[in-house]
């Protein structure tokens, strides 16, 4: 059984950095892309960010260019997002997400952590 479990959530004052790990288990998911989505109560899961299985493409959304950054260590099964420069509306639920092919849509994705959650105080 895969299981994805994110860490390193956090309260941090804007302008301020967080790095999210996500650690797969349970079999290896070779040739998957790995995604990034958030969530506020109320709000459908967004898109942040997905890395193909090489690491050679990755997808951002607009709202963190330049900000965030996504990349993975194939052979420690993890996936990170550094995230700079936060601010109040990044706050949210983070959640990876692996998927067989690349996408930035929440219901394509295959596998889902559990969420970890980023609070950034103004």
């Known amino acids: 059984q895969v299981q994805l479990a994110e860490s390193g959530g956090g309260l941090v004052q804007a302008g301020g950095s967080l790095r999210l790990s996500c650690t797969v288990s349970?079999?290896?998911?070779?040739?998957?892309?790995m995604g990034w989505f958030r969530q506020v109560p109320g709000k459908e899961r967004e898109f942040v960010a997905a890395i193909s299985w090489s690491g050679g493409i990755t997808y951002y959304a607009d709202s963190v260019k330049g900000r965030f950054a996504i990349s993975r260590d194939n052979a420690e099964a993890t996936v990170f997002l550094q995230m700079n420069s936060l601010k109040p509306e990044d706050t949210a639920v983070y959640y990876c997400?692996?998927?067989?092919?690349?996408?930035?849509?929440?219901?394509?994705?295959?596998?889902w952590g559990q969420g970890t959650q980023v609070t950034v105080s103004s």
């Open positions: 997400a692996a998927d067989r092919v690349p996408g930035v849509v929440a219901r394509e994705y295959d596998y």
């Open positions: 349970g079999r290896t998911l070779r040739g998957y892309t």
